[in-house]
């Protein structure tokens, strides 16, 4: 494609540096560097994929039992601490919109496609996804932002993850002030009623199991309020996988 060779050209004219250490990085972040994200390790909560501070077995953390959890599985590959923390800022604030080809990259290499998922998911056998969607943004916050960074990470993602994505059955109608700062009842609180299916698409969506994509769950409560509009309108299952998770307090 010429975008491709466009691309190709321009990263020969002007090569790309690692934002942490300025070695040469095609995506931005160095392997060295990008082997200082922390992986999420075992024992994660079977249902929300947070890491446990404990081995003890059940159905889901304390953490999920205290609110209605709309998402059927979550599941994340790093912690969202140190060098990750910086960057993700870095992409979403900072605008670094080159990044997103190494979240696309790191999420291939890591999560991979419908075969290897199956092993991160735990699925049962024909509970697999039909359907990709990205989480999205409310259009006040697209234009403030110039982008969606779940879309983004899903364009590099979706050729390794052979799903068909949606990005237009799942809107953001109501714009929120951002999550950063408020108290988890609050965030659960900001996003209500903030997600929905279009009318138009619900056919799409009906009888269908989703997989979102998104590049952050904290509390879960952005997550869960999407994840409920996907089931109104008639998903049959609604999955989660997250490029980062905040650990459980």
């Given amino acids: 494609m010429l975008s491709d060779l466009v691309a190709s050209a321009a990263g020969l004219m002007f090569p790309q540096h690692c934002i942490f250490c300025g070695e040469m990085a095609e995506t931005l972040v160095c392997d060295d560097c990008a082997g200082k994200l922390t992986p999420v390790q075992y024992p994660i909560c079977p249902r929300c994929g947070k890491p446990l501070k404990t081995g003890v077995a059940r159905s889901e953390c ?32 900072g605008r670094r919109r080159g990044l997103a080809r190494f979240f696309g990259k790191e ?65 953001r109608t109501r714009f929120t002030r951002s999550q950063v700062g408020l108290t988890e009842p609050q965030r659960f609180a900001n996003v209500r009623k903030a997600f929905a299916v279009p009318e138009q698409a619900a056919g799409r969506v ?39 998770t905040a650990t459980l307090k």
């Avoid at 209605?68 to 870095?90: N, P, Q, S």
């Avoid at 982008?147 to 059955?169: H, T």
């Avoid at 199991?209 to 999407?226: F, P």
């Fill in 62 to 93: 304390l953490h999920c039992s205290g609110h209605k959890w709309r998402v059927d599985i979550a599941r994340a590959l790093f912690v969202y601490e140190g060098e990750g923390r910086e960057t993700l800022h870095r992409f979403k604030y």
């Fill in 107 to 171: 999420l291939s290499r890591g999560a991979g496609d419908l075969n290897r998922l199956g092993a991160l998911f735990n699925w049962e056998f024909g509970e697999e996804p039909d359907m990709a969607i990205p989480m999205p943004l409310h259009r006040w916050k697209r234009f403030l932002r110039w982008f969606n960074q779940s879309e983004l990470i899903l364009k590099f993602y979706a050729p390794a993850l052979g799903l068909q994505v949606e990005p237009s059955v799942l809107k």
């Fill in 206 to 244: 009906r009888g269908k199991r989703v997989l979102l994509i998104d590049d952050l769950v904290t509390t879960g409560a952005t997550l869960n309020a999407a994840a409920l509009a996907l089931k109104r309108a008639g998903a049959k299952k609604v999955y989660a996988l997250s490029f980062f």
